[in-house]
Nanobody, 121 residues
């Protein structure tokens, strides 16, 4: 039906940068708010950043000034530019999208499988 696939996770040294991508595919009529979430071992999943269809953004305090979320509506793709990475950023990063699959239905929440980001000190 709908798939979200993340990519770009890797092992990086403290202070380094990564760019994550999330591509949505399948039966898509419209994509509304999209977001990045992360889950570290033993912790709950937490919000990293969200972006509306018209590119209004919201960030967790812990990543403000270091991470930048963006999207390309024509490509059904969302990005997360992560700079000045710190060991506490280590987590599995998940993509989420509020997606309408038909003009006849409302939107539903879809999740990707996640991509691992590991920051070494």
């Amino acid at each position: 039906q709908v798939q979200l696939v993340e990519s770009g996770g890797a092992l990086v040294q403290s202070g380094g940068s990564l760019r994550l991508s999330c591509v949505a595919s399948g039966r898509i009529f419209s994509i509304y708010t999209m977001g990045w979430y992360r889950q570290a071992p033993g912790k709950q999943r937490e919000l990293v950043a969200t972006i509306t269809r018209d590119s209004r953004t919201n960030y967790a305090d812990s990543v403000k000034g270091r991470f930048a979320i963006s999207r390309d509506n024509a490509k059904n793709t969302m990005y997360l530019q992560m700079d000045s990475l710190q060991p506490e950023d280590t987590a599995v990063y998940f993509c989420n999208g509020q997606i309408q699959t038909s003009i006849l239905t409302g939107s539903n929440s879809f999740w990707g499988q996640g991509t691992q980001v590991t920051v070494s000190s």
